[in-house]
């Protein structure tokens, strides 16, 4: 179940179509991005392929089983496998840091109480927070709760790893650091990890595979050396994309 690719996703609301016919294939153990400016799909197409909005056409292939049509029983193993950091982290207020981080061990496992602690434990120091589970998140920095929410992400150690504009609002060193736990745990544990973002540095610091959406087309996918080593060859759109970042001239 290690390999994940869409086919021909098209998403409407209402009247308007906001996914033209998309499909890719997310390279195992590798950073993949989402790209493209503001508007153009990328969240759209990142909840449609972690099943939190159903495209009306397209299918998710998580290995061998497609997400959107697939049993209950399968659908729930895949979600064990799945870790997701959004971009408002998504932590509960009413829980702390400790109990936001266990929250999927509780859901999807049968662990005991000991061994949950220890893997918040583990969890919270990977992510440079040991210590603090006894926190809530209004006592914790903006940065700190993206790391949280990045501890509550690996918490059942996923297959998968999807991150919604993960360093959006941050100042650059947070920002830059979030980018390398990112790359770190996605090589550490071999995870497919997706990341949706309209930052270009992030883009440098990280990216490996690229997608391209422009008003919700695929424009272009390939990989991150092509596409600042060639700019000659990509779509017009990408290319005046990646000049007003000052990434090409």
Same mark, same amino acid.
């Given at each position: 179940m290690s390999e994940l690719? $869409? &086919?021909? $996703?098209?998403?409407?609301?209402?009247?308007?179509?906001?996914?033209h016919d998309i499909s890719f294939f997310f390279h195992p153990g590798k950073v993949n991005m989402i790209i493209g400016p503001s508007g153009c799909g990328?969240?759209?197409?990142?909840? /449609? $392929? !972690?099943g939190l909005i159903q495209p009306e056409q397209g299918q998710v292939w998580f290995g061998k089983i497609d997400f959107l049509r697939t049993d209950p029983a399968s659908r729930r193993s895949i979600l064990r496998n799945l870790g997701m950091l959004f971009q408002s982290s998504?932590?509960?207020?009413?829980?702390?840091?400790?109990?936001? *981080?266990?929250?999927? @061990?509780? *859901?999807?496992?049968? %662990?005991? &109480?000991?061994? +949950?602690?220890?893997? *918040?434990?583990? /969890?919270? &120091?990977?992510?440079?927070?040991?210590g603090i589970q006894h926190k809530?998140?209004?006592? +914790?920095?903006?940065?700190?709760?993206?790391r949280v929410g990045l501890a509550r992400a690996i918490a059942l150690n996923p297959q998968y790893l999807f991150c919604d504009e993960p360093n959006s609002g941050l100042d650059p060193?947070?920002?830059?650091? $979030?980018? &390398? #736990? +990112?790359q770190e745990l996605t090589?550490?544990?071999h995870?497919?990890? *997706? !990341? !949706?973002t309209h930052d270009l540095k992030s883009v440098v610091d990280m990216g490996e595979e690229i997608l391209f959406l422009y008003d919700g087309r695929a424009e272009w996918h390939g990989s991150?050396?092509?596409? #600042?080593? %060639?700019?000659?060859? #990509?779509?017009?759109? @990408?290319r005046a994309f990646l000049r007003a970042s000052g990434l090409i001239e």
């Open positions: 690719r $869409i &086919e021909h $996703i098209s998403k409407w609301f209402g009247k308007q179509r906001v996914l990328k969240t759209v197409l990142l909840k /449609c $392929i !972690v998504a932590l509960f207020d009413s829980m702390n840091v400790g109990e936001n *981080v266990a929250f999927p @061990l509780r *859901v999807f496992t049968e %662990q005991s &109480e000991k061994e +949950i602690q220890d893997r *918040v434990a583990y /969890c919270l &120091e990977r992510v440079g927070l040991a809530y998140p209004a006592e +914790i920095s903006g940065g700190m709760k993206r060193l947070t920002a830059r650091r $979030i980018d &390398e #736990l +990112i090589y550490e544990f995870t497919t990890t *997706v !990341v !949706v991150k050396a092509v596409m #600042l080593g %060639q700019p000659e060859s #990509l779509p017009p759109n @990408l």
